[in-house]
């Protein structure tokens, strides 16, 4: 009778072992799906950043060329300010 008995707790926890293995391995399957939807996201966000810089480099670019016209206009201000602050009168 003993032997029986061990044989069914034998029986028994390694039908409990094979549901945890059996639950473990579908919830690595998930983890492992979650994982590569990560790595595409990681990616997207990756060359979404990529694209930013860039854009930021060619802003500030474009801020430079125009801080220079600003530079160039306040030049022309300035002179147009100075031949009418001597006493003549602007046409």
Excluded: P
């Amino acid at each position: 009778m003993d032997l029986e008995k061990a044989m069914q707790f034998m029986l028994e926890h390694q039908a409990r072992h094979d549901a945890a293995i059996q639950q473990l391995d579908e919830t690595v399957k998930g983890l492992a799906e979650t994982a590569m939807k990560h790595d595409d996201q990681i990616a997207t966000l990756a060359d979404l950043v990529g694209r930013l810089a860039q854009a930021e480099i060619r802003i500030v670019e474009r801020l430079g060329t125009l801080s220079d016209r600003v530079d160039a206009f306040i030049v022309v201000v300035e002179k147009y300010i100075e031949g009418h602050g001597n006493g003549q009168k602007g046409r």
